[in-house]
């Protein structure tokens, strides 16, 4: 039995969102309507493909099937379709970005600028998160992450020089604690932390020296899921801070903010753009990574393969800042 490709886009989106309210928004259709399309699919199927309860909406087995067999297609329809719409060669319809806030203010947005006032029928939809998100499996055409965040099997391009992570305090913080000369001794701070998404987990701080490699669980009064959050409340004096060095070198510059254990700063390979192989980019998905690489003036690392110039990284920082 051939099934309507609509009714198929629906059930899809209910099994992104996880909630019905959400996936009807997202397609622009009623709620009811929505139930209603995704109970008649199963009618007809003879399948239940999804478990309902007050609370939450969930795949059955079937489900998980149907979604891992159809939506790589569906994508690959929807990317042809925008390339035969690039004939045009006036980039139109929405780029979903997946980044951190950090990435995004230092790389994404000062370089789509100019292309948005340029194509006025381009659309860029920027998510930051902390947590490594699935590209393909969360239907942004681009990602943008730290080199050794990217998978194997994803195209990357280089877009920002390395970057180095410190540890800042405030000189009215630091004041009335005793001087910090080891990692260990950030157990006696009062520590900003960042949330993760994954597994409700917060940041664990990375440091090396020479050879040695260190990752501290700290502990303080504030919890933050924003990096810029957190240095606000480092120049408030209320802790220290574990942020991309080139966030706060202003402040250490003006005397707001002093470097902590700055032998121990770690520095870790760029910020990469990265997209799947598989998928046959859209031009407007072309012109966003043409600009995000434009800028930067390094030597790009493209790889067909996903190889970066750097080794893979651990899994706990691999939740972290990127």
């Not at 909406?57 to 994508?75: F, H, K, M, W, Y």
């Not at 006032?117 to 990602?143: H, Q, T």
């Not at 080199?147 to 099997?153: E, L, W």
């Not at 859209?282 to 110039?309: C, F, H, M, W």
Request: glycine fraction near 6%; aromatic fraction near 6%; charged fraction near 25%.
């Amino acid at each position: 039995m051939k099934e309507d490709l609509n009714d198929l886009t629906a059930f899809l989106a209910v099994a992104r969102e996880r909630n019905f309210t959400r996936a009807a928004a997202q397609i622009g259709v009623s709620q009811s309507a929505l139930s209603r399309t995704v109970r008649a699919l199963e009618q007809r199927m003879g399948l239940a493909l999804l478990t309902r309860t007050t609370r939450s909406v969930s795949l059955t087995d079937a489900g998980e099937r149907l979604v891992s067999t159809i939506a790589p297609r569906l994508e690959e329809i929807d990317a042809e379709l925008d390339s035969l719409r690039a004939m045009t060669n006036r980039p139109a319809g929405t780029v979903r970005i997946t980044t951190t806030d950090y990435a995004a203010h230092a790389y994404v947005w000062p370089r789509v600028q100019t292309i948005l006032r340029e194509y006025p029928e381009l659309k860029i939809e920027l998510v930051n998160d902390y947590g490594l998100s699935d590209i393909v499996a969360d239907r942004y055409d681009i990602g943008v992450r730290l080199g050794d965040q990217v998978a194997q099997d994803m195209i990357a391009a280089r877009i920002g020089s390395d970057m180095t992570m410190a540890i800042v305090g405030s000189p009215k913080y630091l004041e009335s604690r005793a001087e910090t000369r080891v990692p260990q001794d950030l157990m006696l701070h009062n520590c900003i932390n960042l949330r993760l998404p994954t597994r409700n987990s917060l940041l664990t701080w990375e440091l090396r020296k020479g050879r040695r490699q260190l990752q501290v669980r700290v502990d303080g009064q504030l919890t933050f899921n924003n990096v810029y959050q957190i240095v606000e409340a480092a120049l408030g004096g209320f802790g220290l801070a574990y942020v991309p060095k080139d966030l706060v070198e202003r402040y250490v510059e003006s005397n707001r903010l002093s470097w902590v254990l700055e032998d121990w700063f770690p520095t870790f390979v760029g910020h990469h753009v990265y997209y799947p192989s598989r998928r046959k980019s859209s031009r407007a998905v072309e012109l966003v990574v043409e600009a995000l690489k434009s800028g930067y003036q390094g030597r790009a690392v493209t790889t067909p393969n996903g190889t970066i110039d750097a080794p893979r990284q651990r899994h706990q920082r691999a939740n972290g800042i990127g």
